[in-house]
């Protein structure tokens, strides 16, 4: 299965000092546009999980928003299951 994320680094305030992380720029993009995508990513991780045969790739197209998601997947337990890779 492949996703295709494009578009998404309007969304955040980059934040490149020492230990800077791509930000959300407001509360809107945080708890409404972001919230559905993780939504899409924990039910299609969990659509996949059981099936060793099938692999979730997820294209992005912007660092700044592979960067961002991937940290959220390391924290919420999904890095091993959707696998992301970055083409400009």
């Known amino acids: 299965m492949i996703e295709s994320k494009a578009d998404h680094s309007s ?3 980059e934040n490149w000092g020492p ?4 930000e959300p720029k407001s509360l809107f993009h945080k708890d409404v546009l972001l919230a ?3 939504k899409e990513a924990t039910e ?3 659509a996949v999980g ?3 045969q099938v692999r979730l790739t997820w ?7 592979k960067i961002y998601f991937m940290e959220w997947l390391l924290a919420n337990g999904l890095a091993l ?5 970055h083409f400009p």
């Open 11 to 13: 969304w955040f305030i």
């Open 36 to 38: 559905k995508i993780h």
């Open 50 to 52: 059981g099936l060793p």
């Open 19 to 22: 230990g800077g992380r791509p």
């Open 44 to 46: 299609q991780a969990g």
């Open 59 to 65: 294209h992005f197209s912007e660092m700044v928003f």
């Open 81 to 85: 299951t959707i696998n992301t890779v």
